[in-house]
């Protein structure tokens, strides 16, 4: 019965440390893919404003290169919003699911105590 408690026990801390490697591969790559898009988005911004540039000079081609300028850096303050919002998320997920990982493993070993009891109750041991 030891035994079999142990294996139990290391069983459900293999299932811990596996979710909790999943949350942080989660957390990871959310992170990667936020800023990714993030740079392309930045990057097409400031391809525009190049392009604006190239084609322009006068005094309403420099509004509109302030105003690229500005969008250039709104759009890489929304994206530094979303890779930290992104990272958040996923680690109050990680932390939930650790969470809960853990009530489990608490229940288990008391179920499997409450079974051990009824059983040399049972047995007369």
Do not use: P, W, Y
């Not at 990667?32 to 990057?43: C, L, N, R, T």
């Not at 996923?90 to 939930?96: D, I, P, V």
């Not at 229940?107 to 499997?112: C, K």
């Amino acid at each position: 019965m030891a035994e079999e408690n142990k294996e139990f026990k290391d069983n459900l801390n293999d299932g811990l440390d596996k979710a909790k490697e999943v949350m942080d591969n989660v957390t990871e790559k959310a992170s990667e893919m936020a800023g990714e898009a993030g740079e392309h988005i930045v990057d097409a911004v400031e391809d525009v404003k190049e392009k604006v540039s190239e084609m322009m000079s006068d005094e309403s081609v420099e509004k509109i290169k302030a105003k690229a300028s500005e969008l250039a850096d709104e759009a890489k303050e929304v994206m530094d919003n979303v890779t930290e919002k992104a990272s958040e998320l996923a680690g109050e997920a990680g932390e939930h699911l650790v969470d809960f990982a853990e009530d489990v493993q608490e229940e288990a070993e008391e179920v499997v105590q409450k079974s051990k009891s009824f059983f040399q109750r049972l047995f007369g041991k």
